[in-house]
């Protein structure tokens, strides 16, 4: 994979490469790869628009910013 990139001999001196699997995707054997384990989290901006819509929270889905800024210029509302 990275062995395609324009020098990538010196990328590797300059850089650590670090890479995360995409949900139901192979992991790809690259010695030069350091791959980060997370959990993932499928929080869609449908779901968001879908939740506000059926008068649900949003809550732990998007930062308390941003809901705020939602509410505020009502956005996803009926007309969205």
Do not use: C
């Not at 990538?8 to 054997?29: Q, S, Y």
């Not at 949003?58 to 509302?77: A, D, H, N, T």
């Amino acid at each position: 994979m990275l062995e395609k990139w324009h020098q990538i001999d010196d990328l590797k001196k300059l850089v650590t490469f670090v890479a995360f699997n995409r949900p139901g995707a192979e992991t790809v054997g690259d010695e030069d790869l350091h791959f980060v384990q997370f959990i993932e989290v499928n929080i869609s901006s449908t779901l968001i628009r879908e939740r506000i819509h059926s008068g649900k929270s949003i809550r732990y889905f998007v930062p308390s910013k941003v809901e705020e800024m939602i509410k505020e210029r009502g956005l996803y509302g009926d007309d969205s």
